[in-house]
């Protein structure tokens, strides 16, 4: 999903912008080894989760929990890898754009957003600080929506080979496969 703009200065996009321009993101691409890399740079370990546990039967597809020791990312379980792969960058994006959302605002984003989950659940997450992937009508799930969207977009970037269309000499295959291989890319 990508959040709807209003023009090509949508604020939300912006914030998002700057703070990827701010990451290093290598070849070859990995969900995996971007969230290694990353909890390595801000000293603190992100634990991705496939199933939301007690919150399976919710209507959200994730959930980043802030706990004392790590970040918890926890994901719906039936999803495709790209899906998953959508689901962890947006929750990543709460991450690294640094939302705190209050208990009075998390409340109140919770009963006006997933009316079905009950009191206790709600409860719950707001207990653990927890940001649901669930609806998009506040600035942090924009934001956070934003940074996946344009996160996915360099993912794919990064996926594509390195080998242009066109034809090459044997001599100029093998001068690409070993620069390949010195950056640790793949051809």
């Given at each position: 999903m990508t959040p709807s703009t209003s023009g090509a200065t949508d604020p939300d996009r912006v914030v998002a912008e700057r703070a990827l321009a701010e990451l290093t993101l290598r070849r070859p691409w990995s969900m995996r080894r971007f969230v290694e890399e990353l909890s390595l740079q801000r000293g603190r370990p992100?634990?991705?989760?496939?199933?939301?546990?007690?919150?399976?039967s919710i209507d959200f597809s994730g959930i980043w929990i802030p706990l004392p020791e790590k970040d918890l990312i926890r994901h719906r379980s039936e999803v495709t890898a790209i899906e998953r792969d959508?689901?962890?960058?947006?929750?990543?994006?709460h991450i690294v754009l640094g939302h705190d959302v209050s208990e009075d605002e998390r409340l109140e984003y919770y009963s006006r957003t997933t009316p079905s989950i009950p009191a206790a659940v709600i409860q719950r997450l707001i207990d653990q600080q927890a940001c649901l992937r669930s609806n998009f009508d506040a600035p942090i799930e924009r934001q956070a929506e934003w940074f996946a969207t344009l996160l996915m977009q360099a993912a794919e970037e990064l996926s594509r080979p390195l080998l242009p269309d066109r034809e090459l000499s044997p001599r100029q295959r093998r001068m690409l496969e070993r620069a390949a291989v010195v950056f640790g890319w793949s051809m």
């Open positions: 992100i634990e991705i989760v496939e199933g939301l546990g007690e919150y399976e959508g689901i962890i960058a947006h929750e990543l994006g």
